[in-house]
Each structure stands twice: as structure tokens, then as C-alpha cells.
């Protein structure tokens, strides 16, 4: 017989795992991420509302949780259970909208701290809410636990009616997912016309993975067909490998369905007597802890190298989409340095105004068109660096997360941080120029304007620009020239390095936002081996 | 009262190896193949007159006992349990259904359908006009989209298409109708009340039945179920008499098997079926009438079908007076969220309605309802019709332009102003005035001005004259600025499309800009270069005569001045200062005078090279790039016609009916 003593060290592991799943992210839409975030919340909800207060205090009441479909009877049963109406049955469907959870008074205090469902709101006073419930749409997003006691329940055992697990109100289905992680003993309720739904089949095949203590419980059943429909729903339950769960059978009674009314006594006895059995016999109690426990820890050991996967998948799909940025931009980059030494920059306008120079333009006028070319041929690198993105990005079903793709109103923008960083190029260079005409002993000093923009027109005219080094050689000594290229040029290629890097990293930004780290999987690896470690 | 049965039977249960495949299995399809020895007492209350047609059912089994399982239809469900599941999302292993799973089936817009004014179809089954015009333009449509979209999109409409046309062909006295929902919902029960015979197998064991059965109250409807594929030993006739025959002539009944029970075969049974059917009644009843599955699944992606949609609240035996009418408001509600319209005050909408089969009770209210139904014989095109509401719904994400799409003047004048920038027009027009004014200038100059401009070019390095010659095999053009300019363009031209056709818009732009870079080079060549000397104005002989007269009247008063003071003339100070004066300053005067009336032509020759630079570079690209987005965006405004024909629309008159979608005006032939 298995035991559960409590053990430091394994508390420790537990609660270290614990922070490693709920530090897990999946902020990358990819086809596995919605299904990873559920399974982190559902781990989530198990180790917070069950397994960690589980085996921190092993000696709290059993809490059975009640679920199945909606109308099958869950509150009726609870309510049958108890003795008097604690929980809300009805025709409409669903029902039960706020769980409600009976226990002995003097267990009370197990439930009104937070010690299990810490996520829920404990509220006292019922009747008010139930009504209010539904119609403040302000208290939808705080969910509440209803917390009843009845001294007909038999110390040490608590029951919880929850939600129906295939409810229209997707927030039901949550939260009766939630309840069931929480429970010692799983009540599973299903009725003579309901026992073959596919939706309650699911749950009941989770709780065999889980190795969770299971009950069925076959709800309105006409009396004519008992056996037979009993007969039925225990071999499909063989079939599926829970054949040893224990059954039991309430019939269809004219006082049980519809109205809300409670069920006679001896309906209900053989249920009501297993479970007080299992509350009070301490090995029969012991057991379906531990076994509920224990089939709770096995079960980390696929779920976490799942959420593992999950988050490697997400680190691997970040590094896709920055492979693509950073591809695009580096083969961008190299067509923009190939362009800039093929002398790109000085055609059109600016090669118009080169040829008229110095007899119908001004120095000033080259300058200008020289540095409006060069922020064109920049913003033309940068446009096309994006489009390769978002053609790569297309392909990527990562690339969906929001605030990765939807940036319409920053190309105005990029257009002016280029024609910045080219202005502040230019007014440098025109600097370098001034120093090097004021460090000139010559009678007559060469115009600063036309040194600079025949430095401006060497550096980014490429070989067809060869005059132009000539020239600046004439009027500033060979000497002089070749200096104030080189330091024009290391200026203009810092400058291009810069402009370009800094799309690059506004493109990433983003993505760098979302936080995907390789870390996660592997650390949620470690805490699992640790844990198995301890047990 | 009977007492508690509390079985609790620890049967032995072997650990099976393979559990995992086990658990994989849907429980339900297999079951049923389990021999059922007992018969079921249920609610089946019809006595045995079907007996010959259900021996029919059972030759699979072989037995004649009434307790047969169908076996022939579930043997194959144990094999295509596995891998089915997936669409619905629903066998994840999680325990909760999460909201998103099915969130897409709640996005799609509600599109009213359009119907009201059709009337109804006649017999041989022939779709009426506006439906017909309608089918031509789905199918137009699919036939012009088919290079621009993927199959997969187009493949519901091409269902549709196949649909329409295999009902066609096929009877129009005729109505399908299927009962579908959940499993012990009572559909059997209902179809056999109906039919007035036992004619379905009824019974507790969940689910009951396992293959489609049809009941079909005329003649001639062998084609129709023919096409459901249901086999002739599931074929029936309903229990004779006149006055049922004459109320429920023309319709076909089809008995489902379940959508909700594990067993995957019949819930594919169902998916196929109604898709082909004419009508739908939905049973559902107090227990289950709030499934997720129900509404998620089908009421929702079927909500455009209200029209051939019938809801009906069964077991209402099981509740009390009060709270039948509660459920039913609940049903009324659920449904209403659904997006489903209700038939009542005589609108066109869903029927619901609330009915025993068990007692009978609410029989005759469907019996006739479903009468006047089946004699409208509108069924089917209004189904059709609502298939191609979907299919449009659907496919209005492809086709629909949030804004008005197309080249607006502004775009092309700045594609061309952009073009203009990538040569130099600007540029080269500003060069030739100023070259014009320097001609202009030298000639009519006073020749000092110009012995002292010759030895400042001699003092200066000429740089500038240099590079003017041997630049023919150069890149002219600014290559970013025409990338840049077309890039513009087409992002301009396709804001607002769907994306298939923005993308495509894209690419025609950018094979149209293939060579445009080397077309503006050799263009620049062509129309940049001034052919000869600039041309003088006729004022300009006169222009330099009076220089010339000038310079000769400073010499003539210096020489004269000069012969005074060497005493070879009288002095006479007078005359020939005079003169020199008038020339001095009047050389620099007709200089001043000429650069004044040198500005007009000069400014008239640059503005004249910027333009032809200019117009040669957007005619260009008007060639080469406008052109074929305007026919890439005219392409797209055809195919937008024929989708607000689908949409039901009329092109002309107006596109209120379907939301959000606005009109195209400005797609356009180019400018010329």
C-alpha cells in the first residue's frame, strides 16, 4: 500500500516546479500554443489547488468534485447527498453557474482560507448572489466559490458541485476543468441518455491518465431499463480500461428531474455510504489520496516534457523570425555597400548637378542632392529589407502575435530617421572639410563648401567620380585629399552601420518584447528531474 | 418506487497491454458490436408492423428477433475512430474546452439572405432567376479567381457549384428533410411518429442508430436518395393511408444517426448528409438542448439556413407544464444567439417548436407545418440559396475591399514625379537655364568682363568640364529611386484589396519595373542631351551689335582723348569724354539689359528640357508600370462584380445588402 508522508524536500521540488510552469510563456501563435497554454493552466490549477496543499496537510477532508454534462443531475445528486437543497437545480440549462462546496461545519476551516482554490472568491451568503450573478456583467471576471456546511455530511469529507465540462458558457468549461484538478475523488455523473457522449468519455479517459480516484455515478434511469443500460455503460467502461471504477445507478424518479426537487434517502445510499467509507476509514482515506496524489505526480512526468516541447517549439519559431530579420537585413546590407561602391548614389539628380558643376550648379546644390540620393538609396535598403521580412514573416504562423506585423505608420518615420542620419553625415563631413581648408597654408584658401562636396561626391560616386578626387588633390594637396576621404569614408560607413542597425533592431523589438527564451525548457526539464528525484 | 440499483461490479479487469491504443478507441463503436441477447423495453411502443422492413435492417445480423445491433455499419467505425476527432478539437485530452477552439465559427458575420421576392420554384425542380444568376456568377467567379487564389479556398464554392447542379438534376416534387441531434434525443421516435410506423429501431441503448434510414412518403425520389447514399435495404415507405399521404406528399425523410456520441462514424454520417439534404429538423430535448457541441458545431456554421431549419423540443412528456414553456423560451434564446433567425410573426426564419413523440403530443402541429413545407417545394433552392450566402460569407475576405481600391490621379502624378526625381529632371532643367544664361551672358557680356572670366577658369582647376564627356554607358538613373517609386506605387495601388489581389498588384508592378531602370537610361540619353547649340532669341545680333557699338564707342572716345592729349586734335574735352562715358556705361547697360531679357527665354529652355525628361520618364513608366496595375486592379473589379452577383447584389443599383462591402470607382483605365 502506498503511503503519503509529507517530505520537505519534495514539497520544495513541488514548488519549484510549480514556479517554472507558471513562469512558462507561449506568446507565439503557433498551432500547438493554445493547447500548451491550457495544459500550463490546467498543471497549473492541479498544483495549486491540489497537489501541493494535498501533501502539505494530508490530514484535510476529502474533497469530492462532482461533475459530468449539463443536466445530468449534478446538483440534484449534491443536493440528494446532503439532505437538503444546497446547490440550485433547474430546467435551464446550465444551471449551476457558481460552484458550491458542502462540508461538515467543523471542517469549515479547511475551506474558508485559501488553501485549495486560491483563485476563487469565497462568498457566505448564497441566495443574494446566485440571483446577481447573471445579471452583473461586472462580476463575471470574479469568480466565486460558494462555501456551505451541513452537519449531514460525515466529518472529513466535502463535496463540490461544479460546472458542466461541455457548457455553451466557455467560462463553465474552464472552471469545471479547475474544480476537477482539485479533486481527491472525482465524481463523474452521467444519464441513460448521455453515457455514450463523446464529451464526458474525454474526461473520463483524463482521469484514467491522471490515475485519479473515480466514481461513476448513471443518473436518471428509468426503472424499466436499470440493468440493461447499467450493462451497457460498464462495458463500454471495460472497454476503456476503467472497468474496476465503481458504479452506481440512481434511477429516474418524479421528483428528481425537473422540479429540483431531492432525491429519497436509499437513491442515494450506497453512494452516500462509499463515500463516507472512503472519508472515514483511514486506510480506505489513505488510499485515495495517495493514489489520486501519486497518479497526479506520475502524470507531470508526460505533461511537463509536453509544456518542455512547447516551449522549445516557441524558442525555436522566435529564432526562425529573427534568422529571417537578420538574413534580410545582412543581404540587404551587402546589395547597399555593393550599390554605394558602384556609385549608385550619384545618378540622376545628383549626377545632373555633377556634370553642371562647378559652371551652373553650386557646391551646396551638389551636396544636397548627393545626401537626398544617399537617403534614398538607404530608405530604398530598408523598404526592401522589410518586404523580405514580411514575405518570410508570411510563411510564419508565429509571425501572427500581435504587434509583430502591424506597423503601417513607422515607414514615415524611417524615412525621417535616414534623412537625419544623413544630414548629421553631411554637416560632420563638412566639419572634416573646414578643419582641413583652416589647417591649409595657402594664400588663397579653396571654398570649405566645394572641398566638401567634392570629398562627398569622391566618396559615394565611385569610379565614376574619379575627377573628383583629382580635384579635391588640386586644391588640397594629395596628401590632404587622401586623409579626408579616409575619414570621410570610416564616417560614412559608421553611419550606414548605424541607420541600418537601428531598423534592424526597431524590426526586432517587438519579438525581443515577447520574451522567448531558450531557458524555459530546459528548466522546466530540471525541475521535473528534480522531482522525480525526490520521490 | 423501485429501489436503488447500486451496482458496484469490480469486474476483471485484466491490465490490458494496450491500454493506450485502447484509450485512443472511441468506446462507443465498439460496443455496439457486442451481441445484445436482451430486447429493449424502452419507450418503443409501436408493436411489430414494421417487422418485414426491419428484418430488412437486420440481415447483417441475421436475426429476426428484433434485438439486432446494426453490426454491418459499426464494424468500420472501430477503425476510423481514431484520427477523426481532430477537426472538431475536441479530443485534445484536455478537460476543458477552451473558447478559442470555436471562436471562428462565432466571428463570421451574419449576412441577411436575400430571398424574399423569389417565387416559389415549380415543379420540375428549376432554381428561379435571381438564384440561377447567382450560380453563374459563383461560377464565373471561381473560374477568374482560380490563378489568383489557392484551391483551398475555392473548394467550398466549388462544392456548392457540384451541389446545386447534382440537386438540379434530380426531382423538384421532392423535399429531403433529415432529423439530426443529439443521441437519445428521440429521433427515431420522431421519424417513426411521423412515418406512422415503427420504421426506425428505438430503444435505451446509446446510440441507437447507427446508419442513415430514408422514408419517402411518393414516388419518384430514388435519385435522391441515391445521392445521400443510403443503401436500398435502409429505404422505406411510411404506413398507408390517404390523408397522411396527401399531407406529406413530396417529402423524404431522413433518420440520422447521432452528432454527439463517441462513436466518430456516425458523427460523419451526419456531416455528409446534411450537407445534401433540403431541410433540417434539429430534435433536441431537456437535457441536452444546451450542448456545445450541438451549437458550436452545427447550429452556428448553419445559421445562414434558418429558413430550412426546424428546431423541435422533444420529451416535453418529461417536464411540468410551466417549465416546458421556460425550456422552450431558454431553446428560443440559445438559438437567437446562435445568430439563427426565428420564423415567428410570419418571418422567414427557423420553426420551433415542442412535441412529444412519445405521447404524440405537438405531432400534428410539425405534420403540418412540415405539409405546407414540403407542398411549397421551395426547400431546395432556398437551401442552394443559403449555400451560396455562406460560400460568399466565407469568401468575403478574398474579395472585399475595406476602401476604395484603385490609382488615384494623385498616386500616378506622383509616381511620375518620382520617375522625374530618378532622372535628374529637375536637375538637368536647372543645368540647361543656367547654361542657356552663361551663353547668353558671354556673348552679350562687355570683353573685359569676359578677359577677366577667362583667367579666373584659367586660375581654377576645371574640374566640372572634365566629367562632361564620355558618360553615354553610365547608370543615369538612380536605381533606388525608381525601386523606391514603384514600390510606392503598388503599395498605393493595392491598399485595401484583399490580399491575393494586392499581392497580385504587387507583381505586375514589379514585371512591369524589369527594365524600366535601363529604358530611363537610354531615355535620359535620348531626350536629356540638348541636341546642338542652345537657340538664340532674335533680339540676340542686335544684342551684340549694341555691345560691340559700345566697346567701339569706348575706344573711338579713348583714341580720341588720346589725340588731344598728344595735340593732334583740338582739345575738346567734352565730345569724347562723353562718348567714353556713354560707353562704359552703357556696356554694362546692354549687358544688364540683355541678362533681363535673357531670363524669360532661359527659364523657357530649362523648363522645356525638364520636360521632356520628365514626360518621356512617366510616359515610361505609365508603359511599363501603370498600365498593367490598372489591368491587374480592372481584372480584380470584374471579379468583384461577380461576387456582389453572388452575394445576391445587383452591380449597378447599390451594395447595401452586404456589410462593409463598398463600391469600386476608382479602379481605372489610365490616364491617357
Known sequence: MVTLDVRPQLLDALSALRDRVAAARFPLPLAGAPRARANRDELLAQLDDYLVPRLREPEAPLLAVIGGSTGAGKSTLVNSLVGRRVSEAGVLRPTTRTPVLVCHPEDHHWFSGMRVLPDLTRVWMPQQDVDDDPLLPGEEDMRVLRIETADTLPRGLALLDAPDIDSLVAGNRVLAAELMCAADIWVMVTTAARYADAVPWHLLRTAKDHDATLVTVLDRVPHQVVSEVSRQFGALLAKAGLGDVPRFTVPELPESAWGGGLLPATAVAPLRAWLAQQAQDPGAR????????????????????????????????????????????????????????????????????????????SAGELLDALVESLAALLLCAVTAADERVDEAWRREPAAGAPGLTDRDPTLESAEHRIGMAVRRWRRVLEEYAEDEVRALEKSVAPDPEAVAALVATALLGGRRARSAGEGLAERIGAHGALRLRDKGGRLLTDYLDKALHDERERRLAPLDALDVHPEPQAELIAALSVLQKER | MTAVTAVTDHTDHADQPGDDDARKKDPGGEIVRKERSGREAGHKEKGDSGRGAREATE???????GSGSGSADSVGSADAVGSADAPGGWDDGLIARRVSATAEGQARP??????????????????????????????????????????????EAGQVLDEAA??????GQHTVVAIAGATGSGKSQLFNALAGVAISETGVRRPTTAAPIACSWSDGAAGLIDRLGIPGRLRRRPLQSAEAEAQLRGLVLVDLPDHDSAAVQHREHVDRILALVDAVIWVVDPEKYADAVLHERYLRPMAGHAEVTFVVLNQVDRLPRDAADQVLDDLRRLLDEDGIALGEYGEPGATVLALSALTGDGIGELREVLGHFVAERGAAARRISADVDAAAVRLWPVYANRRQAGLSEEARDEFADRLADAVGATAAGEAAERAWRRNANRACGTPWLRLWRWYQD????????LSVRAYDDEEATARQRVEQAVRTVAEQASDGLPAPWAQAVREAAVRGSQGLCEALDELAVRAGTPVGRPPRPGWWPAAVLAQAAMTV????????LLAQIIGLMSPNLGVPVLLMVIGIVGGPGVEWACRLAANGPARRYGAEAERRLREAASGCGRARVLDPVAGELLRYREVREQFLRVSGVTGGTGVTGVTGVTGVTGVGASAG
Open chain 2, 458 to 465: 584659367r586660375r581654377e582647376p576645371a574640374t566640372g568640364r
Open chain 2, 553 to 560: 564707342l569706348q575706344v573711338v572716345g579713348g583714341l580720341w
Open chain 2, 166 to 171: 447534382a440537386r438540379r438534376r434530380l426531382s
Open chain 1, 286 to 361: 489513505h488510499q485515495v489520496m495517495a493514489r489520486t496524489a501519486y497518479g497526479a505526480l506520475d502524470s507531470l512526468k508526460s505533461r511537463m516534457p509536453e509544456l518542455a516541447s512547447a516551449a522549445a517549439a516557441q524558442y525555436a519559431a522566435a529564432l526562425r523570425l529573427t534568422a529571417a530579420v537578420d538574413g534580410a537585413y545582412d543581404s540587404e546590407y551587402t546589395r547597399l555597400r555593393g550599390r554605394l561602391q558602384a556609385g549608385a548614389v550619384l545618378a540622376g539628380g545628383a549626377l545632373k548637378r555633377w556634370r553642371s558643376y562647378p559652371l551652373d550648379s
Open chain 2, 59 to 65: 440481415a447483417g445480423s441475421g436475426g429476426g428477433t
Open chain 2, 110 to 155: 451574419v449576412q441577411e439572405t436575400v430571398m424574399d421576392n423569389r417565387p416559389p420554384a415549380v415543379a420540375p425542380l428549376a432554381y428561379d432567376g435571381p438564384l440561377r444568376s447567382r450560380l453563374d456568377a459563383l461560377r464565373e467567379l471561381v473560374g477568374l479567381s482560380r490563378t489568383r487564389l489557392d484551391s483551398r479556398t475555392l473548394a
